[in-house]
């Protein structure tokens, strides 16, 4: 089962402490504003933690909790304008105060709709000291709509609703924008009072994802509910992209003598609007590992079976105290899962082979862990469904990730060095090198200085016996660590595993593994000198390989579109078919996909040296005949003076 990225209630981090603690700060807050932020990197968790103090809220009738994802509204319209809908419209749904308190909740879209056709109009961002008259920014927008609006309905229906604004909201007066906002707040806060609620939570998330511009409205907005009583904001972000959104909208705080300015502004601007400040803690690598652990358990078991969950309550009562963790023991795991221990031995393998170098290269991140695990699992249902699953063990392919995620020039290095039947060599001797350096360190804490010193030099020694890669891989910490992780890849056919892996690119299936075929090729693609100082290479060269080269050679033949000269290759192909009289038919096969119209002279004579066999040169013999008939001129003359 593909693991779920979207928020959950599912609590497997112990988050549900911080929810709990924002939920108790909003109570205690009474009938007072109050702004709490809950910060942390991309997939820390934040839009889960908002998710649970939402489930925390769900029993108290008079509190009342309303979403606004700021991503969700960006392109559509004004930022503001958004949010204070989102939240009034809401409200008035779930309290049914269209029935309750009609007057109000009229008065409070009057204000709404006033400061929605002021940013139609394109003056939405004037400064509100400068009281500039209202009925400016009506015409303004009348402006607007009539070049818009082609339709001449639709233009009267638009311009009658905004008449209806003139009216209604008292628009001939004297008004200025910040009396109107303070116009807006007002009559918000009857609307809340007529509600009978005692608090109105809003749940912002999404908002690091936002462009900066619509970053700073939203902000800007939860700034003019701040001083309605009543109500909590709890907003979900990445601080360091809201520093940057507050940076980039204030760019004239860039100070050439002083580079911290604006950073510091920035800081102190969202202090200004975040009252109570969450950081959500790193993932510890024991936790980390817990984690991983749950999460494959998950995707095996209902994550709501009595199973599931009596393992998920040690885990988190585990991670309350993590001075004191030493993680989800064998005999803890078995006992909570009962029964079901057995379906999930592979999985608890897993995790604890994969957790170590996970944990530590994603550095806790959930959501980069929980995305890991979805590919490995992806990738597998993906082998089994093209028809390669049983070649495909998991525990072997979530290593080989591993190494593609984590160490990329190493993964590509690994690609290379694997041979044609899929094992890598080098691998097995790193293997076999680092498990004697792991005996020898053992050894080395049982000597003295002096012999610790010896022994160092002789490691040392060891390794450069072996090949090159060998020797730069060993100095690698983190290599040498992902080889001492289980399973051991040195025995193990790697192609159905760089197969699974081949979205990004394919290091392994368009190439000749081996060195010394590569060699080979290339000179038989060569001149004929190159071909000749190969051709005892190619005499003793195995089946198999011989199959390799050929088909090689064919496709670069192939690949040349100019015919009517001879194609690079076709000397060193009959160089190939001479020495391994098995290939002759393949060879005729290879002639006749040459196109009869096309193809010049050469196509004539030097076949005789490598096609001998009567089936062989009759098939020949039938293509030449055709060349005759349907050939160039110059073949044509070629042959009949043959």
Same mark, same amino acid.
């Given at each position: 089962?593909?693991?779920?990225?979207?928020?959950?209630?599912?609590?497997?981090?112990?988050?549900?402490?911080?929810?709990?603690?924002?939920?108790?700060?909003?109570?205690?807050?009474?009938?007072?504003?109050?702004?709490?932020?809950?910060?942390?990197?991309?997939?820390?968790?934040?839009?889960?933690?908002?998710?649970?103090?939402?489930?925390?809220?769900?029993?108290? @009738?008079?509190?009342?909790?309303?979403?606004?994802?700021?991503?969700?509204?960006?392109?559509?319209?004004?930022?503001?304008?958004?949010?204070?809908?989102?939240?009034?419209?809401?409200?008035?749904?779930?309290?049914?105060?269209?029935?309750?308190?009609?007057?109000?909740?009229?008065?409070?879209?009057?204000?709404?709709?006033?400061?929605?056709?002021?940013?139609?109009?394109?003056?939405?961002?004037?400064?509100?000291?400068?009281?500039?008259?209202?009925?400016?920014?009506?015409?303004?927008?009348?402006?607007?709509?009539?070049?818009?609006?082609?339709?001449?309905?639709?233009?009267?229906?638009?311009?009658?609703?905004?008449?209806?604004?003139?009216?209604?909201?008292?628009?001939?007066?004297?008004?200025?924008?910040?009396?109107?906002?303070?116009?807006?707040?007002?009559?918000?806060?009857?609307?809340?009072?007529?509600?009978?609620?005692?608090?109105?939570?809003?749940?912002?998330? @999404?908002?690091?994802?936002?462009?900066?511009?619509?970053?700073?409205?939203?902000?800007?907005?939860?700034?003019?509910?701040?001083?309605?009583?009543?109500?909590?904001?709890?907003?979900?972000?990445?601080?360091?992209?809201?520093?940057?959104?507050?940076?980039?909208?204030?760019?004239?705080?860039?100070?050439?003598?002083?580079?911290?300015?604006?950073?510091?502004?920035?800081?102190?601007?969202?202090?200004?609007?975040?009252?109570?400040?969450?950081?959500?803690?790193?993932?510890?690598?024991?936790?980390?590992?817990?984690?991983?652990?749950?999460?494959?358990?998950?995707?095996?078991?209902?994550?709501?079976?009595?199973?599931?969950?009596?393992?998920?309550?040690?885990?988190?009562?585990?991670?309350?105290?993590?001075?004191?963790?030493?993680?989800?023991?064998?005999?803890?795991?078995?006992?909570?899962?009962?029964?079901?221990?057995?379906?999930?031995?592979?999985?608890?393998?897993?995790?604890?082979?994969?957790?170590?170098?996970?944990?530590?290269?994603?550095?806790?991140?959930?959501?980069?862990?929980?995305?890991?695990?979805?590919?490995?699992?992806?990738?597998?249902?993906?082998?089994?469904?093209?028809?390669?699953?049983?070649?495909?063990?998991?525990?072997?392919?979530?290593?080989?990730?591993?190494?593609?995620?984590?160490?990329?020039?190493?993964?590509?290095?690994?690609?290379?060095?694997?041979?044609?039947?899929?094992?890598?060599?080098?691998?097995?001797?790193?293997?076999?090198?680092?498990?004697?350096?792991?005996?020898?360190?053992?050894?080395?804490?049982?000597?003295?200085?002096?012999?610790?010193?010896?022994?160092?030099?002789?490691?040392?020694?060891?390794?450069?016996?072996?090949?090159?890669?060998?020797?730069?891989?060993?100095?690698?910490?983190?290599?040498?660590?992902?080889?001492?992780?289980?399973?051991?890849?040195?025995?193990?056919?790697?192609?159905?595993?760089?197969?699974?892996?081949?979205?990004?690119?394919?290091?392994?299936?368009?190439?000749?593994?081996?060195?010394?075929?590569?060699?080979?090729?290339?000179?038989?693609?060569?001149?004929?000198?190159?071909?000749?100082?190969?051709?005892?290479?190619?005499?003793?060269?195995?089946? @198999?390989?011989?199959?390799?080269?050929?088909?090689?050679?064919?496709?670069?033949?192939?690949?040349?579109?100019?015919?009517?000269?001879?194609?690079?290759?076709?000397?060193?192909?009959?160089?190939?078919?001479?020495?391994?009289?098995?290939?002759?038919?393949?060879?005729?096969?290879?002639?006749?996909?040459?196109?009869?119209?096309?193809?010049?002279?050469?196509?004539?004579?030097?076949?005789?040296?490598?096609?001998?066999?009567?089936?062989?040169?009759?098939?020949?013999?039938?293509?030449?005949?055709?060349?005759?008939?349907?050939?160039?001129?110059?073949?044509?003359?070629?042959?009949?003076?043959?």
């Amino acid at each position: 089962m593909i693991l779920s990225d979207n928020e959950t209630k599912v609590d497997m981090l112990n988050n549900r402490a911080i929810a709990k603690t924002v939920v108790e700060l909003i109570n205690e807050s009474r009938e007072k504003p109050i702004s709490i932020g809950v910060h942390g990197d991309w997939g820390a968790g934040k839009s889960s933690i908002l998710e649970m103090v939402e489930d925390e809220f769900k029993s108290k @009738d008079d509190i009342e909790c309303i979403k606004f994802n700021g991503w969700k509204h960006q392109g559509f319209e004004d930022a503001k304008i958004a949010l204070m809908s989102s939240i009034v419209s809401t409200l008035v749904e779930k309290r049914n105060l269209s029935e309750v308190c009609a007057d109000k909740v009229k008065k409070v879209w009057k204000s709404i709709n006033w400061l929605s056709v002021a940013k139609t109009a394109g003056n939405f961002a004037f400064s509100a000291s400068t009281g500039v008259l209202p009925i400016g920014l009506i015409t303004g927008a009348l402006d607007v709509l009539k070049g818009n609006l082609t339709d001449q309905e639709k233009i009267g229906n638009t311009i009658d609703s905004i008449g209806s604004y003139l009216t209604d909201s008292k628009i001939f007066e004297d008004v200025s924008m910040s009396k109107e906002f303070t116009e807006f707040q007002k009559s918000f806060s009857e609307l809340l009072e007529a509600s009978s609620i005692k608090k109105l939570v809003v749940l912002i998330d @999404d908002l690091d994802r936002c462009l900066p511009e619509v970053t700073i409205e939203t902000l800007e907005a939860v700034r003019l509910f701040m001083f309605s009583n009543s109500t909590a904001f709890v907003i979900a972000a990445d601080e360091t992209m809201i520093e940057y959104a507050v940076k980039n909208h204030f760019p004239d705080l860039t100070d050439t003598n002083n580079k911290n300015l604006g950073a510091e502004f920035s800081r102190r601007y969202l202090e200004k609007l975040i009252q109570v400040p969450f950081r959500l803690p790193v993932l510890g690598e024991i936790e980390s590992e817990m984690y991983i652990k749950m999460l494959l358990i998950g995707s095996k078991l209902e994550d709501d079976s009595c199973e599931f969950n009596r393992l998920l309550t040690i885990s988190v009562e585990k991670m309350k105290k993590p001075w004191k963790n030493q993680g989800l023991t064998i005999t803890e795991m078995n006992e909570a899962l009962d029964t079901k221990y057995e379906l999930v031995i592979g999985e608890i393998t897993i995790a604890t082979q994969i957790s170590a170098i996970l944990a530590r290269h994603t550095n806790g991140n959930p959501r980069k862990i929980k995305r890991f695990i979805n590919m490995l699992l992806l990738r597998k249902k993906m082998a089994d469904a093209r028809g390669y699953g049983d070649e495909v063990v998991l525990p072997y392919l979530a290593k080989i990730m591993l190494a593609e995620s984590f160490f990329d020039e190493f993964y590509e290095d690994i690609a290379s060095q694997t041979n044609d039947q899929g094992y890598c060599d080098v691998i097995r001797e790193l293997e076999t090198e680092v498990l004697n350096l792991g005996k020898q360190s053992e050894e080395d804490q049982k000597v003295d200085d002096a012999a610790e010193v010896e022994q160092s030099d002789k490691k040392v020694v060891s390794i450069t016996k072996n090949s090159p890669k060998v020797v730069e891989w060993a100095k690698d910490n983190n290599i040498t660590k992902w080889v001492m992780t289980e399973p051991k890849l040195g025995e193990k056919d790697l192609r159905p595993y760089f197969f699974a892996c081949k979205e990004k690119q394919d290091y392994f299936f368009n190439q000749i593994k081996s060195e010394k075929l590569r060699i080979i090729l290339d000179k038989l693609m060569s001149t004929s000198m190159n071909i000749a100082s190969v051709k005892e290479e190619v005499k003793v060269l195995s089946p @198999d390989d011989v199959k390799i080269v050929y088909d090689a050679l064919a496709s670069k033949i192939l690949a040349q579109s100019n015919i009517s000269n001879k194609p690079n290759g076709i000397e060193g192909i009959i160089c190939l078919v001479s020495l391994h009289q098995n290939l002759q038919m393949n060879l005729v096969s290879l002639i006749e996909m040459f196109d009869i119209k096309t193809v010049g002279v050469w196509i004539c004579n030097g076949w005789s040296s490598c096609i001998t066999s009567a089936e062989a040169k009759s098939r020949l013999s039938s293509y030449l005949d055709k060349l005759r008939r349907d050939g160039t001129t110059f073949v044509k003359a070629a042959l009949k003076s043959m």
